[in-house]
Each structure stands twice: as C-alpha cells, then as structure tokens.
C-alpha cells in the first residue's frame, strides 16, 4: 500500500521555523521550489556508532549514489557532523550530483530526538546528550536538516518501500553495533510522550547481565546486536582452540565477525552451534517479548546480521513460536527479512526531507 505524504499531517514546531535560518535561501525561494520540482535530491544520513552511511534519492526517490565512512567515535559533536557532511559530499559525487541540488539532509542516529527542536536528547553510543545536532549541521551545509531515531528511518525506508509495506502495525529490529528499532502502531509511529519510547535495545533480558552502554544491565542489545555476536564468537572461540572457526578468520581472534558462526554452522563446527544457539536464544527472547506487547502484523529484522536470512530466521520463527503468548491460537506476526538490506536507513532518512519532514507515517 502507497502512503500519501501529501495528505499527511505536518509535524508540531520545526519545519514552520525553518525558513528564518535560512534567510539567503528565501530570496531565491522561486528558483529553489523550481529546482526542486525538476531535480531536487534528498540527502539520507544513517550515522551509527561505527560507520556513518549516506545516499542520495532522486526525485522518484531511487537510491543513486552511496558513500561509506568511519565515524569518528568519541572525538564531540563537532567532528561528528563535519564526518557526516564529507560522507554526503562523496555520496554525491559517486551519484553524479552537484550538492547544490541537494533540497534537504536527513539524519537517523542511534538515539532519541526531540522532533520540535531538532536535538538529539540522548544518544549512549556516540556518547551525546542533549546535543543540538541538527543546529550545527544546518549551519554547516546551509539546508534544512531532519534528525530521527535510526530505528524509525529504517522502518519509514521498509515501510515506504520494502518488507513492511502494507502493514498498520509493524515493529522493525535493526542489529548492529546496537540494536534500533522502530514501532508502527495503528499505521503511526510510536515515540512516547517524550521521544524517548521504542527503545526496544534497552528492555533488559537479562538480570545482572553484562553492563549495557545506557548504564543498565543485561539490555536486549548486548546480546542480541551484531557486537553481542561477535563478543559471543570470540568468547566460544577462546573456549575451543579446535573450533573450525578459528581457520575461518585466518587464526585472528579480532577477525571474527558475525558470520563468522554461521560459515563455521554450515560446516557443522561444534563451537559455531552452540554460539548460534546462544544468540537465537536471547534474540528470541526480546522478539517475544516485543510481540507479547505489540502483536505486529510484521516484525522485520534488518542490519548486518539479519542478512542471514532463513539461517537466523527460521530457527527464530520456530523459537517464538514455542514461547509466545498468543501461541494457541488466532493470527500469528510474520517475522520477515529486511527488503532493503543495509539501505533501509539511509533510505527512510532520506525521506524524511520529503514534503518538509511532514512524513507522519499514516497507512491511507
Ligand atoms: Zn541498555
């Protein structure tokens, strides 16, 4: 099912107050609007704690350009977003496209925003808090910048064009060095009050688990995240100097990734089972436990690990299956695999710029 932006209901307090911070761009709003109607671009930023992700979509909203740099983790705001507009500059280039056509920047970063200020109230794995992100990258590439949870641009890129399409009530897991999500409940996006809601990282699985980067214990995400998997591999592998696993990445400890345990499964390594094991169990567990409050129509799990497709989730789905609450009976969630793979983000960010960031998500 399409969305209608146009129909869309503008978003309370920023787009309204935009053109006052961009005086130069007023005097030639005739020309702009012009542009924008014959080729305009959208920017989509996804900044994680690792890697910082751009693209560039056309006016028919087709990813054309990509460009990939390493976030400068640890090194203050500043430097962060002068990264993320050099990665939107080489995306560009690799598109084809002179930035001058560039009509608006969005961001989806590992946190949660306040959507009326454009601040980035808290975000643990780029070690910001209460951070006028969206200020001071307006001021550095003198357009309209949209920031959002990275969780809910990937679910707006798999909602708009991928695996959740169609669907009204829908949560997306992204598993990276975190895990993001987002949640589409009644066809809206669910924020809290606050902005701080759907952090579906942060719901502890385990008690007096291993510390979390929020300061709490035994989070979703230091399990079931792509760094929970690696931690995991390097673990089993330490415990089992025979594991195939070690031939797999060179006998380099630090080479292991996350599919360093689904190569050795394939090859029946004992070690690589039982890892596998371990992680499907705590990701079933939150999945579960997202399903139990939410009952989506689709939960779609995208980021680095969910590209093992049926490998992960087919013993996902049977794992759940066994566990979750509405298990005797009546319509049961489809847990799907991303459609868009690593793009979803840099999608749903980049469209966030469309329609001036009225892009509510209403299911019409
Ligand atoms: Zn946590």
Not at 64 to 89: D, F, M, N, S, Y
Not at 330 to 350: C, E
Request: aromatic share 6%.
């Amino acid at each position: 099912m399409e969305a209608d932006f146009s129909k869309s209901p503008k978003p309370a307090g920023r787009a309204g107050g935009k053109t006052k911070r961009f005086p130069s761009m007023n005097k030639n709003k005739g020309k702009r609007e012009k542009a924008m109607k014959q080729e305009g671009y959208l920017a989509g930023v996804d900044l994680g704690a690792t890697t910082i992700k751009a693209g560039i979509l056309n006016e028919k909203l087709e990813l054309i350009g990509k460009a990939r740099t390493l976030t400068p983790a640890g090194k203050g705001g500043e430097a962060l977003t002068a990264a993320l507009w050099q990665t939107v500059l080489l995306a560009c280039r690799q598109a084809g496209v002179s930035e001058k056509l560039l009509t608006s920047v969005g961001v989806g970063c590992p946190g949660s925003v306040d959507q009326k200020s454009g601040r980035l109230l808290h975000a643990c794995n780029l070690s910001l808090i209460d951070d006028d992100f969206s200020g001071r990258l307006e001021g550095l590439c003198q357009r309209p910048v949209y920031l959002e949870n990275d969780g809910n641009c990937a679910l707006l890129g798999e909602w708009k064009k991928g695996a959740a399409a169609g669907f009204s009530q829908a949560v997306m897991l992204t598993l990276g060095t975190g895990i993001g999500g987002g949640i589409l409940v009644d066809g809206k996006l669910y924020r809290g009050f606050n902005g701080f809601g759907g952090e579906v990282g942060h719901m502890v699985v385990q008690a007096d688990g291993p510390l979390c980067s929020c300061g709490r214990r035994g989070c979703f995400e230091v399990y079931a995240s792509a760094s929970g998997l690696i931690r995991m591999t390097r673990q089993a592998m330490k415990e089992d100097r025979d594991s195939l696993m070690w031939k797999l990445c060179g006998g380099d400890l630090l080479k292991a990734d996350g599919t360093t345990p689904f190569l050795g499964l394939q090859q029946k390594d004992e070690a690589a089972r039982r890892t596998v094991t371990l992680f499907l169990k705590y990701l079933a567990v939150g999945v579960t436990n997202i399903i139990n409050l939410f009952q989506p129509e689709a939960l779609v799990i995208g980021g680095g690990v969910g590209r093992q497709g049926e490998a992960l989730l087919g013993p996902l789905r049977r794992l759940v299956a066994e566990q979750v609450y509405s298990r005797y009976g009546g319509a049961q969630t489809n847990i799907l695999s991303s459609a868009l793979g690593d793009d979803a983000g840099i999608i749903g960010a980049g469209l966030l710029g469309k329609e001036n960031g009225s892009y509510e998500m209403s299911v019409l």
